[in-house]
């Protein structure tokens, strides 16, 4: 049976090869392509990845216990390119990665303070803080997915990196980053 903690670290692997795929997608765009204005929240494709990769640092900084988080968001400095972003971004998903690896049950129930300016502090267990966390990242590459539509980039899949039965879909992936699939997805992994 699946506890809490082992879904969380699973959707930490998750999003880190979701990331993967699409900067690999990516890659072949020109910095043009990248910067150009596009219907969105962020309106370009690397605004949209900057602003994924600042949220992270901000909520990967209070679960690990940084004793300054804000700092993560205010001292961000946005990539002007995306090969060095691509690089942050596994790095802080790697991050992520650790703290979910590392998490049990009281791990999950521990409560994060999460600096929200002007001296306001807000609370919330750590389970709560990764679930909005895997939201806000889902939310954000699904807008760069339908932003990519308007490029010569055919939009890569997204969603195969749940589920222990879909291991066939993500072998390129695990193996770019060196993860065993029966370490991330347990015994019901396939291999």
């Known amino acids: ?3 809490l903690a082992h879904s969380l670290r ?3 692997h998750a999003n880190a090869l979701a990331n993967l795929r699409l900067h690999t997608a990516m890659a072949p765009l020109s910095q043009a392509d990248l910067q150009a204005q596009r219907t969105s929240f962020f309106q370009s494709l690397l605004a949209t990845l900057n602003h994924i990769l600042a949220v992270d640092g901000y909520y990967i900084a209070a679960l690990v216990g940084d004793p300054n988080p804000e700092a993560a968001w205010y001292q961000y400095q946005p990539a002007a390119d995306l090969p060095p972003l691509a690089v942050a971004q596994r790095k802080s998903d790697l991050r992520l990665v650790a703290f979910c690896d590392a ?3 009281a791990g999950c129930d521990r409560v994060v303070d999460l600096p929200r300016g002007g001296g306001r502090i807000q609370r919330d ?9 895997y939201m806000h990242q889902t939310h954000h590459r699904g807008q760069v997915h339908a932003m990519l539509a308007g490029t010569t980039v055919k939009p ?3 969603d195969e990196f749940l589920m222990p039965s879909e291991a066939h879909l993500r072998t ?3 193996q770019a980053l060196g993860w ?10 396939a291999g």
Do not use: F, K, N
Not at 125 to 133: C, D, I, K, T, Y
């Open 125 to 133: 267990r750590a389970a709560h803080v990764l679930a909005h966390l």
């Open 156 to 158: 890569p899949q997204l």
């Open 172 to 174: 390129a992936e695990m």
């Open 180 to 189: 065993d699939e029966r370490a991330v997805y347990g015994p019901l992994a």
């Open 103 to 105: 998490l049990d049950a």
């Open 10 to 12: 699973i959707q930490a």
């Open 1 to 3: 049976m699946a506890d």
